[in-house]
């Protein structure tokens, strides 16, 4: 498949990433033209616009992330709402669309809503991102102050924590654990499968 992108037409193999400069308003059209379509994903830095087209691999390791992140939560008896796909915007600063999202702490903020306010809604407290182009820079999440960023590069889990003007590399604050979990999970799901490892994840817990 070539790389098309028109006003009419948008179409990226998988794998391919493109940047291209563009406005906000570039940005606004783009995303219409889009719609609901999974692919491609599209992000928006100033004066920069990304488009990004998953591969499989990106799809199968985000949903496991996920899994994980809510048998870890349910052990834990942690109420939470979970989102995805999901598309946060600021005008004319940001638009990203992390893999899954998670309001841990502040799950009341967005019980029953249809639409999030990014300008004046809390940000989810859980932001899970899997990257295998070096599509995603851990400064996108900055502007709206997300607290925890997992991202997976590499097949392995960089777990990223707000503190103060910037993020840094370390324990998850809900699980302290979690790389090691993930590291594990990954292994089986790939010798066997995603089903697998989580079954794995659930015996595990329940004979601690």
Not at 58 to 75: C, E, F, N, Q, T
Not at 101 to 121: L, P
Not at 153 to 159: A, S
Not at 161 to 171: D, F, H, N, V, W
Request: hydrophobic fraction near 40%.
């Amino acid at each position: 498949m070539h790389t098309v992108i028109t006003p009419q037409r948008i179409e990226l193999s998988p794998g391919t990433v493109v940047r291209m400069l563009g406005s906000w308003q570039d940005y606004q059209v783009l995303s219409q033209q889009l719609g609901d379509r999974a692919s491609p994903r599209i992000k928006y830095r100033p004066g920069e616009i990304l488009l990004m087209a998953p591969l499989p691999e990106h799809g199968r390791d985000a949903s496991l992330l996920a899994d994980i992140a809510k048998v870890l939560l349910d052990r834990l008896e942690q109420r939470y709402d979970s989102f995805t796909p999901i598309t946060m915007s600021l005008p004319e600063v940001s638009g990203i669309e992390p893999d899954f999202c998670f309001y841990i702490e502040n799950w009341r903020a967005v019980v029953g809503k249809s639409r999030i306010d990014w300008q004046n809604d809390p940000p989810p407290d859980l932001a899970i991102e899997v990257d295998v182009t070096s599509y995603t820079d851990i400064n996108d999440y900055f502007p709206y102050k997300v607290p925890e960023v997992w991202l997976l590069k590499n097949k392995q889990l960089l777990v990223y924590r707000l503190q103060g003007e910037s993020y840094a590399i370390t324990e998850s604050s809900y699980f302290p654990n979690v790389r090691e979990v993930v590291q594990q999970c990954l292994q089986i799901a790939n010798d066997q499968t995603t089903s697998e490892a989580i079954r794995w994840l659930r015996n595990f817990l329940h004979g601690m």
